[in-house]
């Protein structure tokens, strides 16, 4: 028997920070997918060690497993996460509960990879519907789809900072006022982006890395480079997207023709798996 798994990457279009105090986001699944490839009959592991530290704690069984990815990795579109998604996917089969899988891959994250996520990432994967974006309430795990609006155009710019969060956290560099401030405010944002004109939503998205740099999660580098993106012509926003220390700046573009060496980012399907006798 083999099993396939296709997870996407993540966008956050706002909503950073807000998924461990119960708060809410509003993010899409993107073009970008890491693919798995399971081979159960094998008498042996064969495959990355990290793909079968992963693996074997998810329970799987020998088998010789191959990763193909294009989500770029340590760059805040959550590679981690597609891993630990694929990795629980093709060892449960496509029977899996969605929430027990995003519970599992957060788990897995937190056990063999240390990142202390929550669970934006994996829901955002796991939730994602084509051409939508989906909002996502933490305090109920609740989520509800969205038609993504053709008048929000984003796209991504390589910070080239490249981040490990493995070695930053937030939590041990601001105060707790300044971190529940962040997130009330993260989560009026969210609501208010909703539906939002394109004018409306890049002043959010600029004022989410403002608050963002607050709670200490940005770099005096990442600002100049977020900061002259705000200032071109034809762009209504940017911010930092993802855990922080670098990683990718997602910009919302008047006009494809808008930072023309970078692709209009496309809402796709949620992660899945398949499995072949």
């Not at 939508?132 to 008048?151: G, K, N, Q």
């Not at 740099?213 to 930092?240: F, K, W, Y």
């Not at 023309?260 to 496309?266: A, R, V």
């Amino acid at each position: 028997m083999r099993r396939r798994a296709s997870v996407p990457g993540r966008v956050n279009i706002i909503g950073e920070h807000t998924d461990y105090a119960g708060g809410c986001s509003l993010a899409f699944a993107s073009q970008h997918r890491l693919i798995l490839d399971v081979d159960f009959n094998q008498s042996e592991y064969v495959g990355d060690e990290t793909v079968l530290a992963l693996w074997r704690e998810a329970g799987g069984p020998p088998a010789h497993l191959k990763v193909d990815s294009t989500i770029p990795i340590g760059k805040g579109m959550a590679s981690s996460a597609a891993l630990c998604l694929a990795v629980v996917l093709c060892a449960h089969g496509p029977d899996m509960d969605k929430q027990a899988a995003c519970l599992e891959a957060q788990r897995l994250e937190h056990v063999v990879l240390g990142t202390p996520c929550g669970l934006l990432d994996q829901m955002a994967m796991m939730y994602s519907t084509t051409q939508h974006c989906t909002l996502i309430d933490f305090s109920t795990m609740e989520t509800v789809a969205m038609v993504l609006p053709d008048s929000w155009k984003f796209k991504l710019i390589d910070s080239g900072i490249h981040r490990t969060l493995r070695t930053h956290n937030y939590q041990q560099t601001t105060t707790e006022q300044i971190k529940q401030t962040h997130v009330t405010e993260e989560n009026s944002r969210v609501h208010d982006a909703v539906n939002a004109i394109p004018e409306v939503l890049g002043r959010l998205l600029n004022t989410t890395h403002d608050s963002l740099r607050s709670i200490g999660v940005s770099t005096p580098e990442m600002d100049a480079q977020v900061e002259a993106l705000q200032r071109l012509d034809g762009v209504h926003g940017a911010r930092m997207m993802g855990g922080g220390f670098g990683g990718m700046i997602l910009v919302l573009v008047e006009r494809e023709d808008i930072l023309p060496e970078q692709s209009i980012l496309i809402a796709s399907a949620a992660g899945f798996v398949e499995e072949f006798l």
